[in-house]
């Protein structure tokens, strides 16, 4: 049904093609990306989903369907998505399962070589999503569901208390500072109890069981309580405590589901969940993941402090083909254990040195081809986002397409990062408060230990620099390319020119593991195999 609102429209014109309501078992969404649940993936039809305005890209990854429609957009238009669904769930009815769609995917089964055709379509989508499903990227997804539910909450305190500590030093409202402490460090507090529910959630068990577990952890009371020869701290483990007893609860939980009589299972089940994995928790877990929490801070240090630049260009230069292979997963729980100890990651502002570089890499593109109208309105239309951390739009219409402005993005990286750790090496850290954002955005949430004007200083002094770096290094290395597919009809605006080529350039450089951006924020999905020219 027609509406003003883009969103809703944005919604309504995915539904169908992604093969109707009973086809969508599960609709959710990160900071950029559309993640559902199908019945069957064969019915969607993927041509038209990356055809409607605003789709920025689509990845599969093998157990879900990620739609790439950018930071905003994307909340906005899976709630229109979940209403819509709600709305079907209760005009079905009783019975219906067929998936209601216009798509010729959802229609009867076609004879002929229209029906060979599609049958081998879908075969190869299963192929692809068999070869996809590889152990590692099924953990890190996981370890991925557990930890990007908390990023809003992890922003909104980190910014919060950066305000907060800017109040502090200067003197300034020092009735209203410990108020803002209480609600910038409460959700900190309390992170384990979040992390333990999500992880027994997205691993089969009770969510509620695993927060009851994880909140063990953080109980003052563990400090009287002795393991190994020594007595536990409260919090002592951190979020891999918390994960690690969560874990354990669900295997606890699942062992007593297959052999607790049916009328004891309401009493005996959550109490010998709780009981033995709180038990273990307690005995075991909080010890051991508080030394390799421990080690893991002591590294970063020794990292910084023993190798600065070279850390830093590594890490910088290196993040986006991470990204690429969907291992940046595991540095989630790295970052969020260096904000509870330290009250900042050190690693983010090296990892966001990478969306720097892109940014110089896309200027410089946009400067070479001046006769390339196509390349040059993605670029005017991605690069705001590109400058506040968002990286989709630029990967997907420039620098993976291209395939050479690719790597040159990743030079302009590692010289973003070798600033940022030259200063490192000097006794200057400089800090995240929060997971997420990166280029400009990250501003509000740095922190270290010279000041907010020094951190600032050289962070920004990082950040021009990978610009400069990528940017010239793109401008002498690359000459020119084969222009972009003019846009489709209708897409209309900004919003529309980015949304098509966007749509057009990934369609030459998919990747098939669904990982999340190049600046701590969703979205460097493609590969660096390019279908375009380069000279």
């Not at 919060?160 to 900190?188: C, E, H, R």
């Not at 969907?326 to 260096?338: D, K, V």
Request: aromatic share 6%; net charge neutral.
């Amino acid at each position: 049904m027609p509406t003003s609102d883009p969103y809703t429209s944005t919604a309504a014109a995915l539904l169908p093609l992604l093969g109707g309501p009973a086809n969508i078992t599960s609709a959710a969404h990160c900071m950029t990306r559309l993640r559902l649940g199908l019945a069957d993936a064969s019915l969607v039809d993927e041509e038209g989903v990356r055809a409607v305005p605003g789709v920025l890209g689509v990845v599969t990854d093998g157990e879900t369907y990620q739609v790439i429609l950018g930071p905003g957009a994307v909340a906005k238009v899976t709630a229109g998505l979940r209403t819509m669904l709600a709305d079907a769930s209760h005009d079905s009815p009783p019975g219906a399962g067929t998936p209601a769609t216009g798509t010729p995917q959802a229609a009867a089964p076609a004879t002929g070589t229209a029906g060979e055709l599609a049958a081998v379509g879908a075969g190869l989508r299963k192929a692809r999503a068999r070869r996809n499903a590889t152990p590692l990227k099924g953990a890190l997804r996981r370890i991925a569901d557990v930890f990007v539910p908390l990023i809003p909450a992890l922003i909104g305190c980190g910014v919060l208390a950066g305000l907060n500590g800017l109040l502090v030093n200067a003197g300034w409202l020092p009735w209203l500072t410990p108020a803002l402490t209480a609600v910038a460090a409460g959700f900190m507090a309390l992170i384990a109890v979040f992390v333990g529910y999500n992880t027994a959630k997205v691993f089969g068990g009770t969510p509620v069981l695993g927060g009851a577990v994880a909140a063990v952890v953080v109980y003052p009371g563990v400090a009287k309580v002795t393991a190994f020869g020594v007595a536990l701290a409260p919090g002592q483990g951190g979020v891999l405590g918390a994960m690690a007893a969560a874990l354990l609860g669900v295997a606890v939980e699942r062992w007593c589901r297959g052999r607790v009589p049916d009328t004891l299972d309401v009493l005996l089940t959550p109490t010998l969940t709780v009981l033995v994995a709180g038990l273990g928790t307690l005995y075991g877990l909080m010890y051991a993941a508080g030394v390799v929490s421990s080690a893991i801070g002591h590294a970063a240090d020794w990292l910084l402090v023993t190798t600065g630049p070279f850390a830093g260009l590594v890490l910088g230069g290196l993040f986006l083909p991470l990204v690429m292979l969907g291992l940046h997963q595991a540095l989630i729980p790295i970052h969020t254990t260096l904000i509870e100890q330290q009250g900042y990651t050190v690693l983010l502002p090296l990892l966001a040195m990478a969306g720097a570089g892109q940014v110089g890499a896309a200027v410089a593109v946009y400067v070479r081809l001046r006769q390339d109208t196509s390349v040059r309105t993605t670029i005017r239309s991605a690069l705001p986002a590109g400058l506040l951390g968002v990286g989709e739009p630029l990967i997907y219409g420039v620098s993976l397409p291209l395939g050479r402005p690719f790597l040159t993005a990743c030079v302009g990286g590692a010289a973003g990062g070798a600033f940022v750790g030259f200063f490192a090496l000097l006794g200057d850290r400089v800090g995240a408060t929060a997971i997420g954002p990166s280029g400009w955005a990250l501003f509000p949430l740095l922190a270290g230990n010279r000041g907010p004007l020094a951190t600032a200083a050289i962070y920004a002094g990082g950040l021009l620099t990978g610009y400069a770096v990528g940017f010239l290094a793109t401008y002498a290395g690359f000459s020119g390319a084969v222009p972009l597919p003019e846009r489709p009809e209708g897409s209309g605006g900004a919003e529309g020119a980015e949304a098509a080529e966007g749509v057009k350039a990934s369609e030459r450089s998919r990747r098939p593991d669904g990982s999340d951006g190049p600046d701590g924020s969703d979205g460097s999905d493609g590969s660096p195999r390019s279908a375009r020219s380069t000279r």
